[in-house]
């Protein structure tokens, strides 16, 4: 079975920056999709970043031009830098894998972390913004 662990959330003052980190306990290497979805207590699950298995990213339009996700495959782990941080990115973050509705440039990240067949998603990092 896989396991993801994210890391790296925190505290941060508008306009700063963080890097989360996710590892993978089992081996995902060119078989499925990884992402970064968000959310808060009284709202949707929002997924906003997505990076196929050839590499492609994909970002939610609330994110895109201030977070990047990348991957390292000999580590197992993806990545999610988060630049220009406002009050509306305070959330809690997951990691998600998936092999089903992959890759996020035909599916899209909407549905990312809400399946688990064939899909995983990590216990999440808080991340605060004010």
């Known amino acids: 079975d896989v396991q993801l662990v994210e890391s790296g959330g925190g505290s941060v003052q508008a306009g700063g920056s963080l890097t989360l980190s996710c590892v993978a306990s089992?081996?995902?290497?060119?078989?499925?999709?990884m992402g970064w979805f968000r959310q808060t207590p009284g709202k949707e699950r929002e997924g906003i970043a997505g990076?196929?298995?050839?590499?492609?990213?994909t970002y939610a339009d609330s994110v895109k031009g201030r977070f990047t996700i990348s991957q390292d495959n000999d580590k197992n782990s993806v990545y999610l830098q988060m630049t220009s941080l406002n009050l509306e990115d305070t959330a809690m973050y997951y990691c998600a894998a998936d092999k089903i509705r992959c890759p996020f440039t035909v599916y899209g990240l909407g549905r990312l972390g809400a399946d688990l067949d064939f899909a995983y998603r990590g216990q999440g990092t808080q991340v605060t913004v004010s």
């Open positions: 990076i196929d298995v050839d590499g492609t990213t």
């Open positions: 089992g081996s995902l290497r060119n078989t499925y999709c």
